[in-house]
């Protein structure tokens, strides 16, 4: 049995689209296990075979929908991960079978995105067995990307569970032929199909910052608050939270404060730049065609050869 697991958040849209892909291009028997997030559509619900306004984070997410298949699959049934806005443009069987007949795991790879080394779970597929050995989390763990720059993202923690066991895993490259954006519309391994701004306005990504991060190292996404390198809003939260807090403040919590400062300010300054990529003639452009590659691939099954247009001939995989 094939298992699907996905994410749709706030938005039906990607639904019917990502569920005529999947019948298209898995010639064999699946089921779908998805969260819905702010979708109140009972009609849609029913279309999954498992669906639940999961709570948490994007990786939390996943893992708990992965716990679910796992409690009623066997240890050799396939398991996909699916971003809500990726889906197979070409058939998955039996090419995937093929991957995992050489490797325990396949997944997206970025390495468009700076570099980006971890498992990627727009698509990701292994076996249930092999989910729970390895204890697969999709939370993040930092790397230094390309430009020498510690990022955190999904998928990191996996990457190293998978290093420490020494374990290899198929990556799935981008193998756009047209690339009207380093990261959006991308095609993996001619058969997977990413969107990439799905589920929210146009926004820029890492790649986008790439000069910014080679001028200045202190730039970029790990600005993101954390509870441990948080900002003035979240100490703001916290406080708010536990009003009682305050009175256990000591003086080395200065730093504290100084750091979320320095955060702040940073964020601003990043959030006036991406302000201005929006708003500039390439966010407009990079927006309108986001909205007609939707309205296309709802239409038009060979849509992806716009931006891979390479004849196969083959089911085998490349090697990576």
């Known amino acids: 049995m094939i298992n699907v697991v996905t994410v749709h958040w706030k938005s039906s849209k990607w639904i019917e689209p990502q569920l005529d892909y999947l019948d298209r291009n898995i010639d064999e028997s699946y089921r779908v296990f998805a969260s819905l997030n702010g979708i109140d559509d009972e009609g849609l619900w029913s279309r999954f075979h498992f669906a639940a306004d999961v709570p948490g984070r994007h990786p939390e997410k996943l893992n708990l929908l992965a716990e679910e298949v796992a409690r009623g699959s066997h240890p050799d049934d396939i398991l996909i991960f699916l971003d809500g806005d990726a889906i197979p443009v070409r058939p998955l069987v039996p090419w995937m079978y093929g991957v995992l007949e050489r490797y325990p795991l396949m997944a997206v790879r970025r390495d468009e995105n700076l570099g980006d080394q971890q498992?990627?779970?727009?698509?990701?597929?292994?076996?249930?067995?092999?989910w729970q050995e390895v204890r697969g989390d999709w939370d993040g763990a930092p790397w230094t990307n390309a430009v020498g720059k510690e990022v955190t993202d999904t998928g990191g923690k996996l990457m190293y569970a998978l290093r420490d066991r020494g374990v290899g895993w198929f990556p799935l490259l981008r193998t756009n032929t047209k690339n009207p954006h380093p990261l959006w519309?991308?095609?993996?391994?001619?058969?997977?199909?990413?969107?990439?701004?799905?589920?929210?306005?146009?926004?820029?990504?890492?790649?986008?910052?790439?000069?910014?991060?080679?001028?200045?190292?202190?730039?970029?996404?790990?600005?993101?608050?954390?509870?441990?390198?948080?900002?003035?809003?979240?100490?703001?939260?916290?406080?708010?939270?536990?009003?009682?807090?305050?009175?256990?403040?000591?003086?080395?919590?200065?730093?504290?404060?100084?750091?979320?400062?320095?955060?702040?300010?940073?964020?601003r300054r990043e959030h006036r730049f991406y302000v201005r990529r929006l708003r500039s003639d390439q966010g407009r452009v990079l927006e309108q065609m986001n909205q007609e590659v939707f309205a296309q691939l709802c239409r038009d099954p060979e849509f992806f050869l716009e931006f891979d247009s390479t004849e196969l001939d083959s089911t085998e995989p490349h090697d990576p």
Do not use: M
Request: proline share 7%; glycine share 8%; charged share 25%.
């Open 119 to 130: 498992p990627h779970p727009s698509f990701c597929a292994t076996t249930v067995g092999f």
């Open 185 to 267: 519309f991308g095609v993996y391994d001619h058969r997977l199909y990413h969107h990439g701004a799905g589920f929210q306005v146009i926004r820029a990504e890492r790649v986008d910052w790439e000069e910014r991060y080679r001028k200045d190292p202190s730039l970029g996404r790990s600005l993101r608050p954390t509870r441990e390198s948080p900002n003035l809003g979240l100490l703001r939260r916290r406080a708010s939270d536990d009003p009682g807090a305050l009175l256990g403040l000591r003086p080395r919590h200065l730093r504290v404060l100084l750091n979320a400062t320095t955060k702040t300010l940073r964020l």
